[in-house]
C-alpha cells in the first residue's frame, strides 16, 4: 500500500486542517463537490473540512438507505442544519433494499450497496448537480482490510483499480485516508464538532446490512435495528470501542407465553479496539448480559435467543458480514 500512515503521536492538527482545506480547494477549483454525510465522525470532518474549503459550493447529502439506526436521518441532519450546514436528505431506500434482494453471500451484499452508493445515487446525483468531485471520509484501517482481503469496505474504489470517473463520471477526494479513528476523532474536535459526533462509536458504511446474516428483508431490518437500540441504551455508558446487536439467519426452537416458537438469534458483540484493526471482547458483567436478554426477548419481536460473542478479532473480525 502507497498510502503513508500518520500515526496519533505525529499529527498536527492544525496543521492537517490548513493543508487539506487547500487540497479540497485546489482540486476542486471553482466548481461544485457532492459529500455524503453518514452521521459517523469520519464522513462528519470531510463534512466540516469540505465547507470551509469550499463553502455552499459543497452539496451535503445525508443517503437514507432504509439501513440506519432509528431516528439516525432526522438526528443528523437536524445537529447539522444546528451547525449551519444544510443537509439534503436523499431517499433511496428502494434502491438499496432492491438492490440487496436475494443475496446472501456478504461479499455480493457489500458490492450490491457499493454499486448502490456510487453508481445509482451520486451517480444521478453527480448528473443532475454537476458535481464533479465526492469528498468522502475513507480512513486508513478501510484501506488496509480491503487490499489484504479481508473485507471489501464499501468505500473503496481507486485501492481495488476502480476508476470513479471512468465509471461514475466524479473524481473522488479522501482528506482522511492516511488516518486511522483515534485520529479523526482528535480532527473532529479541534474542527469544533460536538461530543456526540466526535465520540460516537464507529458506524460501518454498508450501515445495519453489515449485521444482518443472509438476506436483508425490510422485516429483518427491523429487528435488528430494534436490538441494535437496545444494545446502544444499554452499552453507551461501558466506554467500549463499538457495540452492535447482530441478526443471524439460523433459527431456533424457543418458548413465548407457553407455546413453540421457531424464533430470532440476536448476538450481541461489545469491543474493545483502539482503532478496529485488533480487537477483543468487553468483560461485561452478568447483569448486563442479563439485561440485555430480557430486553431483547421481550422488545424484539420473535426473538427467542440471544447470544455474546467472546471471540477476539482476529479471528473474528468487528462487524458479521
Ligand atoms: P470489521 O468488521 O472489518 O470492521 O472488523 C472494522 C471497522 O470498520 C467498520 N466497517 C466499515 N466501515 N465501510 C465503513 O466505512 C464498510 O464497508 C465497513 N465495514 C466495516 C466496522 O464497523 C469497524 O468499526
Known amino acids: 500500500m502507497e498510502i503513508t500512515e500518520i500515526r496519533l503521536g505525529d499529527l498536527d492538527t492544525k496543521k492537517f486542517i490548513a493543508e487539506k482545506v487547500e487540497k479540497i480547494s485546489s482540486s476542486v477549483g471553482q466548481g461544485l463537490a457532492i459529500n455524503a454525510l453518514s452521521g459517523g465522525v469520519d464522513s462528519a470532518v470531510v463534512t ?5 474549503a469550499l463553502g455552499d459550493r459543497l452539496k451535503t ?16 441532519v437536524s445537529l447539522f442544519q444546528g451547525m449551519g450546514v444544510h443537509v439534503d436528505l436523499i431517499d433511496a431506500k428502494d434502491t438499496f433494499l432492491n438492490a440487496l434482494k436475494g443475496r446472501v453471500d456478504p461479499e455480493e451484499k457489500r458490492e450490491a450497496i457499493t454499486q448502490s452508493f456510487y453508481r445509482d445515487i451520486f451517480g444521478d446525483l453527480v448528473r443532475t ?15 488496509e482490510e480491503t487490499v489484504a482481503g479481508i473485507k471489501r469496505q464499501h468505500n473503496i474504489l481507486e ?3 476502480i476508476d470513479p470517473e471512468a465509471l461514475y463520471g466524479y473524481r473522488v477526494i479522501e482528506p482522511l485516508i492516511q488516518l486511522r479513528k483515534s485520529s479523526i476523532r482528535q480532527l473532529a474536535e479541534a474542527l469544533g464538532l460536538p461530543e456526540v459526533i466526535f465520540n460516537r462509536p464507529p458506524f ?29 441504551d444499554e452499552l453507551s455508558d461501558s466506554g467500549a470501542f463499538q457495540y452492535l446487536a447482530i441478526l443471524h439467519e439460523d433459527r431456533v426452537v424457543g418458548m413465548k407465553e407457553g407455546k413453540r416458537e421457531f ?29 440485555l436478554a430480557d430486553r431483547m426477548t ?5 426473538v427467542v435467543s440471544v447470544t455474546y460473542n467472546i471471540t477476539k478479532k482476529p479471528p473474528s473480525t468487528i462487524e458479521a458480514v
Open 48 to 52: 466540516i473540512l469540505g465547507h470551509r
Open 61 to 76: 447529502c445525508f443517503v437514507e438507505n432504509g439501513l440506519m439506526r432509528e431516528g439516525e436521518p432526522e438526528f443528523i
Open 129 to 143: 448537480s454537476g458535481a464533479k468531485h465526492l469528498l468522502q471520509g475513507t480512513n486508513y484501517t478501510d484501506i
Open 159 to 161: 485501492q481495488l483499480g
Open 204 to 232: 460501518p458504511g454498508p450501515a445495519l446490512a453489515a449485521r444482518i446474516i443472509g438476506e436483508v428483508t425490510q422485516a429483518r431490518i427491523d429487528a435488528v435495528r430494534r436490538a441494535t437500540k437496545i444494545v446502544e
Open 263 to 291: 424464533g430470532l438469534q440476536i448476538e450481541v458483540r461489545c469491543w474493545e479496539s483502539k482503532d478496529a484493526r485488533i480487537g477483543s471482547p468487553t468483560r461485561l458483567s452478568y447483569d448486563v448480559l442479563d439485561r
Open 298 to 302: 421481550t422488545e424484539v419481536p420473535g
